[in-house]
């Protein structure tokens, strides 16, 4: 039986067990998917080999740490630098991002988007923003605090704090990028902020899932089209399961099973 895991710090609230688990069990295939609370992201590497782990899923605030333990990397995760996808093959880790990737599938399911606008900067937006670009989306950053954008303002977009902002055309789609209204009340921008670019936006999204925060709530009182961060997991965690299983199995055999996740 193979052994999987999600390493992170917090762990004890993560979908992805259940998730991978529900799958190798409707698949048959002989593996368990279990949690393990890493405190030093540096020992990741030797927790690997020491356990015998033939894949695991990394967390918040090991991605970085990741990226450094493998020994070969995907072109896209070399890219944004982050990895929450390692893959033990013959005794070398190959790493790999399938948040972006999820991201990108579950917002695709809103037509017509060009313009994005990003509120947060953090590592999240770093890889989904790179991904979006690449796939021709036009994304915009705005941010709490100035020190984050710098990085993307030398990759050439557009990015403000709350006293800069101003909207020139609209945004299609405005996605919740922060923590902001994951263990507390507040919401990702000045409501002013808010009130400016949600009545001209198609669609909005926020990247927290299993809870209505208070940006999701606003704009749904504002009727627009919204979707939390449950597909965006779910997305990257079958793209990742695809890795562990050598693509053994294809995206929509893996969705059946691990989509049930949601409903338990
Ligand atoms: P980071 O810690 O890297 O970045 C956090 C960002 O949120 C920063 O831009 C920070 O701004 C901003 N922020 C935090 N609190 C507030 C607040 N109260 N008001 C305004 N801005 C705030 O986090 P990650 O990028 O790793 O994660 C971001 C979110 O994405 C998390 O909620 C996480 O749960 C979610 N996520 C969801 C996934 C999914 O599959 N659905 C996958 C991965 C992440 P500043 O620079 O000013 O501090």
């Known amino acids: 039986?193979?052994?999987?895991?999600?390493?992170?710090?917090?762990?004890?609230?993560?979908?992805?067990?259940?998730?991978?688990?529900l799958t190798f069990q409707g698949l048959n295939y002989d593996g368990v998917y279990t949690r393990y609370r890493l405190e030093d992201g540096n020992e990741l590497r030797n927790k690997f080999f020491d356990?015998?782990?033939?894949?695991?899923?990394?967390?918040?605030?090991?991605?970085?740490?990741?990226?450094?333990?493998?020994?070969?990397?995907?072109?896209?995760?070399q890219k944004v630098g982050a990895v929450n996808t390692i893959v033990n093959k013959e005794g070398?880790?190959?790493?790999?991002?399938?948040?972006?990737?999820?991201?990108?599938?579950?917002?695709?399911?809103?037509?017509?988007?060009?313009?994005?606008?990003?509120?947060?900067?953090?590592?999240?937006?770093?890889?989904?923003?790179?991904?979006?670009?690449?796939?021709?989306?036009?994304?915009s950053i705005l941010n709490r605090s100035a020190g984050r954008l710098e990085r993307y303002e030398k990759e050439g977009f557009e990015t403000f704090t709350f006293e800069s902002f101003t909207m020139d055309e609209p945004f299609d789609l405005v996605v919740n990028m922060t923590s902001a209204g994951l263990e507390d009340d507040s919401l990702p921008c000045p409501l002013e902020i808010l009130e400016t670019v949600i009545p001209s936006a198609k669609a909005c999204v926020d990247v927290i899932y299993g809870k209505e925060t208070p940006f999701l709530k606003f704009t749904k009182e504002s009727g627009k089209p919204t979707k939390d961060g449950s597909d965006m997991l779910l997305y990257q965690g079958i793209i990742a399961f695809e890795y562990f299983c050598d693509h053994?199995?294809?995206?929509?055999e893996i969705k059946e099973h691990m989509q049930k996740a949601f409903i338990l």
């Not at 039986?1 to 688990?21: E, R």
């Not at 053994?248 to 929509?252: M, Q, Y």
């Open 92 to 139: 070398k880790l190959y790493g790999y991002n399938t948040d972006a990737p999820g991201f990108l599938k579950a917002i695709s399911e809103f037509e017509n988007i060009k313009r994005v606008l990003f509120l947060g900067a953090g590592g999240t937006a770093q890889s989904t923003s790179v991904i979006l670009h690449d796939a021709g989306y036009e994304v």
């Open 248 to 252: 053994a199995f294809s995206f929509e």
């Open 1 to 21: 039986m193979q052994l999987f895991t999600i390493f992170g710090n917090p762990v004890a609230h993560s979908k992805s067990p259940l998730m991978h688990n």
């Open 51 to 77: 356990l015998d782990i033939k894949g695991a899923n990394i967390t918040v605030p090991h991605k970085e740490y990741a990226f450094e333990a493998c020994d070969e990397l995907d072109v896209f995760a």
